[in-house]
């Protein structure tokens, strides 16, 4: 029995889920050319405008994340096709008695192809132990955008971390050589790194864009004039022909609005999209 306003705990998740798409070209359009998943993940196809390109939303059927869930996404956008994924909701990360819950995250892009991963808030709770592996492979001259977005605490509730364990590790390869990876580490007390002013400065909020397009020096100088509100550290840089760029704040919400227009804007630019976002962002 649970109570609303008690502690959620959670230990002994044995879910092993997972959801793989596959996307082709057929003539200008792009259509699925594989599809398979297994509870309690599953992708969903919402009717989106003719330009849009095939839009997938991932679903987590279960309502949140606990300890020992192995979760499992991939998504490959085949030669010239056009794929945007993206989260149906922020995805939580319970307490958790001891287990860690993994996922892992393979995402493709083949030749002449665009791809777009845009997850929602990944929200991880007091006590929850999360590692996540997320893996972009881009080959040729393809296009990829992909990003991550993590809150630490349910801030809306003005709950702080202050244990747990967050292994959020990403790799970027570029025609299988590898051109960028990092990995953030954060074990058992996690109160001096969140407040020490080289981690996080007392921000409970990061984000992380990443795109793989040409002339990526001219989308990040875009985005730096894309200015964020006060509270919100942001900067882009250039790493190997890929184009990182990354938020910290305070407030979760105002780093989710300055992250939508920044989407938004490298989008229409590099993918010659529409500047706008699926409704489900805005829900």
């Known amino acids: 029995m649970s109570f609303i306003g008690a502690p959620i705990l959670q230990g002994s998740g044995t879910r092993a889920g997972f959801a793989s798409l596959a996307a082709k070209r057929v003539g200008d359009a792009t259509r699925l050319a594989d599809l398979a998943q297994a509870s309690p993940l599953r992708l969903l196809f919402p009717r989106v405008a003719e330009e849009e390109p095939l839009t997938a939303c991932l679903t987590n059927t279960a309502g949140g994340i606990v300890g020992g869930d192995v979760l499992r996404v991939e998504i490959r956008a085949m030669e010239g096709a056009r794929v945007f994924a993206l989260g149906q909701a922020a995805e939580k990360i319970y307490r958790s008695a001891g287990a860690t819950a993994r996922l892992d995250f393979d995402l493709r892009a083949e030749p002449g192809a665009w791809l777009e991963w845009l997850p929602q808030e990944t929200i991880v709770f007091e006590g929850a132990r999360l590692a996540r592996q997320t ?105 190997g022909g890929l184009m990182i760029a990354r938020w910290l704040a305070w407030d979760a919400q105002a780093l989710r609005r300055h992250y939508g227009a920044a989407w938004t804007l490298l989008r229409a630019r590099a993918g010659g999209l529409p500047p706008r976002l699926p409704p489900l962002w805005h829900v």
């Not at 364990?165 to 990995?183: F, K, Q, S, Y």
């Not at 002013?197 to 001219?218: C, D, H, T, Y």
């Open 135 to 239: 893996r972009l492979a881009v080959a040729g001259d393809a296009r990829a955008m992909a990003g991550e977005i993590l809150v630490l605490g349910r801030t809306a509730h003005g709950e702080s971390l202050s244990h747990g364990l967050i292994h959020d590790a990403i790799e970027v390869t570029r025609d299988g050589r590898p051109i960028w990876a990092d990995a953030l580490h954060l074990e058992g007390d996690l109160l001096r790194p969140l407040g020490h002013g080289a981690a996080f400065g007392g921000g409970r909020a990061s984000a992380l864009l990443l795109l793989v397009a040409p002339e990526p020096e001219a989308h990040r100088d875009a985005l730096r004039e894309l200015a964020p509100p006060d509270g919100i550290r942001f900067g882009a840089t250039m790493v």
